[in-house]
């Protein structure tokens, strides 16, 4: 599996069939067609989560956004 951090608020995960096929939220029978995008795994968010803020997985741009964009 491949994992960048954008920022705080953007991750990108690519998975990989061996990293797919060990995560029960990601590879297990949930609803929706077999091989469908799910919409994510709790564990790991934390676990990319604490990598970063240990600094072992870095953050390409760590200055938080300061309120909610909103584009009318």
Known sequence: ML???NSWEHTSIQWDDT???RCREIGGTGPGRPGAPREGCAALTAS???AAQAGAVPVRDPDP?????VVH
């Open 3 to 5: 994992v960048q951090k």
């Open 19 to 21: 990293a797919r096929g």
């Open 48 to 50: 990319i989560t604490r």
């Open 65 to 69: 956004i300061p309120t909610p964009v």
